[in-house]
């Protein structure tokens, strides 16, 4: 495996994004710039246990049963939602 692969194993993807400069930023890490929910969402999808690995809720029988992490069950994205629906309730007042 490549070298970043196996550092991801060995130490995790924020640690990843914590060392990868981001070009011409002034020394800012990609850790630094993206956001956590981003992050959040990346670690969800490229986790190596399959087990454990975040889908985008395919019609499994553990996607259904909440044993493994969905996308749409994420704090942020229920959070956004949340936010979005009372905006457009604003708009129907």
Excluded at 12 to 17: F, T
Excluded at 44 to 56: I, K, N, S, V, W
Excluded at 63 to 92: D, F, H, M, N, Y
Aim: charged content about 30%.
């Amino acid at each position: 495996p490549c070298k970043s692969f196996r550092y991801v194993r060995d130490h995790g993807l924020r640690a990843l994004l914590g060392q990868r400069k981001v070009k011409k930023s002034s020394g800012k890490t990609l850790h630094d710039v993206l956001s956590s929910e981003l992050v959040e969402l990346l670690e969800g999808l490229l986790e190596f246990d399959p087990a454990r690995r975040m889908t985008l809720g395919e019609e499994d029988g553990a996607a259904c049963t909440g044993s493994i992490p969905v996308v749409w069950r994420a704090k942020w994205v229920a959070e956004a939602s949340a936010a979005q629906q009372e905006e457009s309730a604003k708009g129907l007042n």
